[in-house]
């Protein structure tokens, strides 16, 4: 089952705007992670947020998390041709050491 | 470090035939995992393996899957007898330390059951 829940499934716009892909997920957690996948290739990983934590940047990423809600953001900043891949993100719940995937968002972002 | 590593790339087999995909980790990683991705079910985790010891295999289909981890370096994942419902793309991913910290996805294996 997943425990991960992508919104939207799939995602179009121009490049120089910003996209914002959203998570709900339904048991308490350790971490959270979000993962990039190009088509036809395996899953990189892009950035991990943790329970104490609220908000975290990498580059053009900006991750925020809201354990209140149970659910997670990531927005890609001025969106490059480039980006175009599906977008996971994945829980590591309390229990176990298992991180498990959600649906993905599918962005394309046109040239 | 050349990543973790799959083989083959890609494996079309037909209906009843055995079919063994291959993983190679990170050096070093304690953990290794193997994932199933369709369309229909999205990222499935079938069984993790700590310091080559199973851990979880509930994810595991039916008994015609079986996974081994017989050393540091290798682990394999078998289905024998295959059916088509089986095909999918099979990822493996490794760790450090398990699923606190990142994984590390091999470019996975394209099964087609026939």
């Known amino acids: 089952s997943q425990q991960g829940e992508e919104d939207p499934q799939a995602l179009s716009i121009q490049e120089g705007e910003n996209a914002t892909m959203n998570c709900s997920y339904k048991?308490?957690?350790?971490?959270l992670q979000w993962y990039r996948q190009n088509s036809g290739r395996g899953l990189v990983h892009l950035i991990l947020?943790?329970?104490?934590?609220r908000e975290k940047h990498s580059g053009r990423l900006r991750v925020t998390l809201d354990t209140s809600k149970k659910s997670s953001s990531l927005l890609i900043t001025a969106s490059r041709a480039a980006d175009t891949a599906s977008y996971f993100c994945?829980?590591?719940?309390?229990?176990?050491?298992?991180?498990?995937f959600g649906g993905g968002t599918r962005l394309m972002v046109k040239p | 470090d050349a990543g973790v590593i799959q083989s083959p790339r890609h494996e079309v087999t037909e209906m009843g035939q055995e079919v063994t995909l291959r993983c190679k980790p990170i050096?070093?990683?304690?953990?290794l995992f193997w994932y199933r991705q369709t369309m229909m079910r999205g990222l499935e985790l079938l069984i993790y393996?700590?310091?080559?010891?199973?851990?979880?295999d509930s994810g595991m289909p039916e008994d015609r899957f079986s996974a081994k981890m017989p050393n540091a370096s290798f682990s394999t994942l078998k289905i024998q007898p295959s059916e088509p419902r089986d095909s999918a793309v099979y990822f493996c991913?490794?760790?450090?330390?398990?699923?606190?910290?990142?994984?590390?996805f091999g470019s996975g294996t394209q099964l087609s059951v026939l």
């Open positions: 991913a490794s760790s450090p330390s398990g699923s606190r910290e990142k994984l590390f």
């Open positions: 050096s070093g990683h304690d953990y």
């Open positions: 947020i943790r329970s104490n934590e």
């Open positions: 393996f700590n310091n080559n010891v199973p851990i979880d």
């Open positions: 048991t308490s957690i350790n971490n």
């Open positions: 994945a829980t590591d719940a309390n229990a176990g050491n298992m991180l498990t």
